[in-house]
């Protein structure tokens, strides 16, 4: 069955510490891939998205991400957080031509000073 | 969010009353979409409309209908609501799915069934 996991329910790191979250897929093709940013009580803000060409996206607010074919990975990274990056993050996922997003559980991130 | 607008933001209701959300937008897109949104597991799909009364259904449509007359409107109805679908409910648009800009996302609706 497709789906999109997202492993980690709530990573805690240091400011200024790096980040990554993973993303997982069980598609038959790549699907388009997308990051999503849950400010608390806010809607959904898009980080970067990824459709063909250079697996390694550039998005905003300094975050990158990589699709890895073989892993059917989409991890999100950024090389140092700010205290205003947390928020809960979601890896969603649109199987080509199917025009609606499914999305993983999402992982909450937590800042320490 | 630019071009999209849902309401009403928060609303409190009683069990088996109906209840009517609104989702509108401004951009013209041809797809729209109901999600709602629970502690551990992300969005889920309720409904999408691809068009103007074209509608199909998502992974989580029982107890919920939709209607879109307008290209800018899409609403959610709860026939009768129960305390199961409390929850934060988010529309989205898209002018051609991922292949395009993507997804923009309303503020969400804060719903509460007591």
């Known amino acids: 069955a497709q789906s999109v996991t997202q492993p980690d329910i709530h990573i805690t790191v240091s400011e200024g510490a790096s980040l990554e979250l993973r993303c997982n897929y069980s598609?038959?093709?790549?699907?388009?891939l997308f990051w999503y940013v849950q400010s608390p009580g806010q809607g959904l803000q898009l980080l970067l998205k990824?459709?063909?060409?250079?697996?390694l996206v550039q998005g905003i607010k300094g975050f990158e991400a990589e699709f890895k074919r073989s892993q059917s990975s989409f991890n999100l990274r950024k090389p140092s957080v700010h205290w205003s990056d947390a928020a809960e993050y979601f890896c969603?996922?649109?199987?080509?031509?199917?025009?609606?997003?499914?999305f993983g559980q999402g992982t909450r991130l937590t800042i320490n000073p | 969010d630019a071009g999209i607008t849902q309401s009403p933001r928060h609303k409190v209701t009683e069990t088996g009353t109906p209840v009517t959300l609104r989702c509108h937008q401004t951009?013209?897109?041809?797809?729209m979409y109901w999600y709602r949104q629970d502690p551990g597991h992300g969005l889920r799909l309720i409904h999408y409309?691809?068009?103007?009364?074209?509608?199909d259904k998502g992974e989580v449509s029982d107890g919920y209908s939709v209607s879109r007359s307008k290209t800018e409107d899409f609403l959610l109805t709860l026939e009768s609501a129960t305390s199961s679908q409390t929850s934060v409910y988010f529309c989205?648009?898209?002018?051609?799915?991922?292949?395009?800009?993507?997804?923009?996302f309303g503020s969400g609706t804060r719903l509460t069934v007591v």
């Open positions: 951009e013209n897109h041809r797809y």
């Open positions: 969603a996922v649109e199987s080509r031509g199917a025009q609606k997003l499914v």
């Open positions: 990824y459709f063909s060409g250079d697996t």
């Open positions: 409309s691809y068009g103007v009364k074209d509608t």
């Open positions: 989205a648009i898209s002018d051609a799915g991922g292949s395009s800009y993507g997804y923009t």
């Open positions: 598609y038959g093709a790549t699907p388009y």
